[in-house]
């Protein structure tokens, strides 16, 4: 009996850790001439190294959201609009984003711990 209760409580601490959310940052580029990277709607700075949902809003035809960092190099089109979602994986190093053709004044890192 002792076994069974201790296989229970074991399972029911364990659950939770298995459906633990993906923290979820989100991207935005457009309409002007602006791009971002935010959590919770702070802007990313820091992050420590583990999964993370990219929700990246690209609002103009002119524009697009390229990140780049350690065996990272994922972008949306110029021309494209419209919301689309990363799930990637950030290991140590620096990561930056940007937008290719306006490269000189949008862009933005952050570091991974």
Same mark, same amino acid.
């Given at each position: 009996?002792?076994?069974?209760?201790?296989?229970?409580?074991?399972?029911?601490?364990?659950?939770?850790?298995?459906?633990?959310?993906?923290?979820?940052?989100?991207?935005?580029?457009?309409?002007?001439?602006?791009?971002?990277?935010?959590?919770?709607?702070?802007?990313? &700075?820091?992050?420590?190294?583990?999964?993370?949902?990219? &929700?990246?809003?690209?609002?103009?035809?002119?524009?697009?959201?390229?990140?780049?960092?350690?065996?990272?190099?994922?972008?949306?089109?110029?021309?494209?609009?419209?919301?689309?979602?990363?799930?990637?994986?950030?290991?140590?190093?620096?990561?930056?984003?940007?937008?290719?053709?306006?490269?000189?004044?949008?862009?933005?890192?952050?570091?991974?711990?």
């Amino acid at each position: 009996m002792k076994f069974v209760l201790l296989a229970v409580l074991v399972a029911a601490l364990l659950v939770p850790a298995a459906f633990a959310a993906t923290p979820t940052l989100k991207g935005t580029v457009g309409p002007g001439f602006t791009i971002t990277l935010t959590k919770a709607g702070v802007k990313v &700075k820091k992050l420590k190294a583990g999964t993370y949902l990219f &929700k990246i809003s690209d609002k103009s035809g002119i524009h697009n959201f390229h990140l780049k960092g350690p065996g990272i190099d994922k972008k949306t089109g110029v021309g494209f609009q419209g919301a689309v979602t990363w799930k990637l994986r950030l290991k140590h190093g620096t990561y930056k984003f940007v937008c290719d053709p306006h490269a000189s004044f949008m862009h933005g890192s952050f570091s991974v711990i």
